[in-house]
């Protein structure tokens, strides 16, 4: 038998598995791919829908139903962060009397669904008529307005609690021992050196609470607020026409645009010292 009968076949190499990074710009390609036939086809249909009469009668109710919103998280993101600093101490301090309390109310406020809280508030009060006319509060719980930013208000104040407190606890202890060695007092240091640096942690976090109050705030429709989404569903109701809906998307989708590149802006003015 020969040398060559014995030898065994050599097998080819298996093929190399593609690059993970090919893969992902494959897929990042097909994505936009989709995205641009997508707005190409809404692009043609508002294009070929178009009605100037219908514009000039529902285009001031958008405007108004937009500055409703506008308004509405504004008022309800402002007073929750003023609600959210008590909160915060309460979640870090060792007194359960004080502890426990905070756990409560962030655990059930981000634990529970804010249409379910708004219903709670709206139409579950409405229940106590009697007793909240006796102590003088019931002209504020029958109006919807009220209602709803009393909803958004405590549901933020426990996100934005959340975001404080992992924003203080992410700042190092010895941070503490500096300014406590330099005979800084307590409000000093917090003012001048932990809150400095934990709002560069929570900035990102805190424009992420208001971009999902934005797109959370459709729900007031549901009790009659006009917002932006309330006008849209009364415009659809009078015309039974979706690009009613088409062009809420785009407003939405305008301010969401606008208060990402203005926190972006914020976050490098904050982190400038930071860059070389």
């Known amino acids: 038998m020969s040398v060559s009968d014995n030898m065994i ?13 090919t893969v992902a710009r494959t897929a990042g390609t097909a994505a936009m791919a989709l995205w641009l036939v997508v707005g190409v086809g809404i692009i ?35 007073l929750g962060a003023i609600l959210s600093v008590p909160v915060t101490m309460g979640r870090m301090s060792s007194r359960r ?7 409560g109310y962030v655990y ?16 579950g009060l409405g ?25 958004f208000t405590l549901n933020t104040a426990a996100y934005q609690a959340e975001i404080l407190r992992g924003a203080l606890q992410s700042v190092p202890r010895g941070q503490f021992e500096g300014a406590r060695a330099l005979g800084l007092g307590r ?4 003012r001048k050196i932990i809150i400095p640096q934990a709002m560069i942690v929570a900035l990102r976090p805190y424009g992420n609470e208001i971009i999902l109050m934005i797109k959370g705030s459709a729900i007031v429709a549901i009790i009659t607020v006009f917002d932006l989404f309330g006008e849209t569903r009364r415009a659809y109701s009078r015309t039974f026409d979706f690009q ?11 301010i969401v645009e606008a ?18």
């Open 259 to 276: 208060l990402r590149n203005l926190w972006n802006w914020f976050e490098r003015r904050l982190t400038r010292h930071l860059k070389r």
């Open 187 to 190: 409000l000093q240091t917090y």
């Open 9 to 21: 076949e050599a097998k080819a190499p298996p093929p190399l598995p593609p690059r993970p990074w």
């Open 108 to 123: 059930f406020f981000r634990g529970t669904p804010l249409i379910a809280q708004l219903f709670l508030i709206y139409y």
């Open 127 to 151: 229940e106590f008529r009697p007793q909240l006319e006796a102590i003088g509060l019931w002209g504020f719980f029958r109006d919807p307005w009220n209602c709803a930013i009393l909803a």
């Open 244 to 254: 009613t809906y088409i062009w809420a998307a785009i407003f939405y989708l305008i």
């Open 97 to 103: 009397w004080f502890s426990v309390p905070a756990y």
């Open 44 to 78: 043609l249909f508002l294009v070929a829908e178009w009605d100037p009469e219908k514009i000039e009668r529902y285009a001031p109710r958008y405007f108004s139903g937009l500055g409703v919103t506008i308004t509405l998280v504004a008022i309800s993101v402002f």
